[in-house]
């Protein structure tokens, strides 16, 4: 079983940042790099929506709504991917989740899935 590790989450203030991190302990080095690797979001009382994604070729997609603020990327030789978030909004309240897949083309990842991480954003 793959095993992601989210950490990074807290509380901001509207309008500032954080860094969110997904550790990969369950994926060997020398396949990660093949993974296509995703965060999530999940606020109450909503589904689950793809907030930003990363295939094994490098190509990136964003949730229209975070366009412009959050940045997905990921570190092969750490086997780490990052979610940089700036300008935050309280609409951005969400638990945030890592997910992998051993699909590496894919946009949606879906195979495996951390434990999420809580973003609260203050008004």
């Known amino acids: 079983q793959v095993r992601l590790v989210e950490s990074g989450g807290g509380f901001v203030q509207a309008g500032g940042s954080l860094r969110l991190s997904c550790a990969t302990p369950?994926?060997?080095?020398?396949?990660?790099?093949?993974?296509?690797m995703g965060w999530y979001r999940q606020a109450p009382g909503k589904e689950r929506e793809l907030v930003a994604s990363?295939?094994?070729?490098?190509?990136?997609n964003y949730a229209d709504s975070v366009k412009g603020r959050f940045t997905i990327s990921k570190n092969n030789n750490r086997k780490l991917v990052y979610l940089e978030m700036s300008s935050l909004k309280p609409e951005d309240t969400a638990v945030y989740y890592c997910?992998?897949?051993?699909?590496?083309?894919?946009?949606?990842?879906?195979?495996?899935w951390g434990q999420g991480t809580q973003v609260t954003v203050a008004s």
């Open positions: 990363i295939t094994s070729g490098g190509n990136i």
């Open positions: 369950g994926i060997i080095l020398s396949t990660f790099w093949s993974r296509a």
């Open positions: 997910a992998a897949d051993r699909d590496g083309t894919k946009a949606a990842p879906n195979d495996y």
